[in-house]
């Protein structure tokens, strides 16, 4: 009789015991997850960020204008950033941009010829703060190499939309639209993650 009565007090113990864990678990919730921003480190106007490096396909039409209009401002505004460009590809390695993309930065009064085309290197998405694609193939292109967090310079003003390779137009026929696109884009990046400038 005993012997029962012990079985019975152990196992209405470990009904207990086993209610109160049932009750713990239904009244947990799990926390919230939160959305983080690419780049969580650097977020809007911060004065951590340092460098940026613009990447295009090869390195001699978009990115170099991107470079020259970002260190045209650079200089103007004393930012003291590092700025760079590079390709993806390797076809125009030590190259200087294309003759319109010289001469549409020349336009507006900067001087893009002294730049020399270079292949991005998986260094530089460690060495630079930024690194920004032009359009989608870039950004794909940049993901395949191990870039995990490459911006898109389109999601700076052109809701998304990839700014146009230059290399197959026409002549210079819209090159312009290409330089005030990159313009906006790279002026839009600077407000949006430096504190020390301002549109």
């Avoid at 998986?122 to 193939?137: A, C, E, I, R, T």
Wanted: glycine share 8%.
């Amino acid at each position: 009789m005993a012997k029962n009565v012990r079985i019975f007090s152990k196992n209405c113990k470990l009904l207990c015991i086993h209610t109160l864990i049932l009750s713990r678990i239904t009244q947990y919730e799990a926390p919230k997850k939160q959305n983080v921003h690419f780049h969580a480190i650097i977020s809007k106007k911060s004065k951590f960020m340092k460098s940026i490096i613009f990447v295009c396909l090869g390195n001699i039409c978009r990115s170099p204008l991107a470079q020259g209009i970002a260190r045209d401002l650079n200089q103007k505004h004393h930012l003291g950033l590092t700025i760079a460009s590079a390709g993806t590809g390797d076809w125009h390695i030590g190259e200087a941009p294309c003759p319109h993309s010289i001469t549409v930065a020349k336009q507006h009064g900067i001087d893009i010829s002294d730049l020399r085309g270079q292949q991005v290197k998986p260094s530089d998405f460690s060495d630079y703060d930024l690194v920004v694609g032009l359009d989608d193939s870039n950004i794909a292109n940049l993901k395949a190499l191990g870039c995990s967090n490459p911006l898109k310079l389109g999601d700076f003003g052109f809701d998304g939309e990839d700014v146009p390779d230059p290399y197959f137009f026409d002549g210079f026929e819209g090159f312009e639209k290409v330089y005030q696109m990159i313009e906006t884009g790279v002026i839009n990046i600077l407000d949006h993650y430096l504190e020390n400038f301002s549109k």
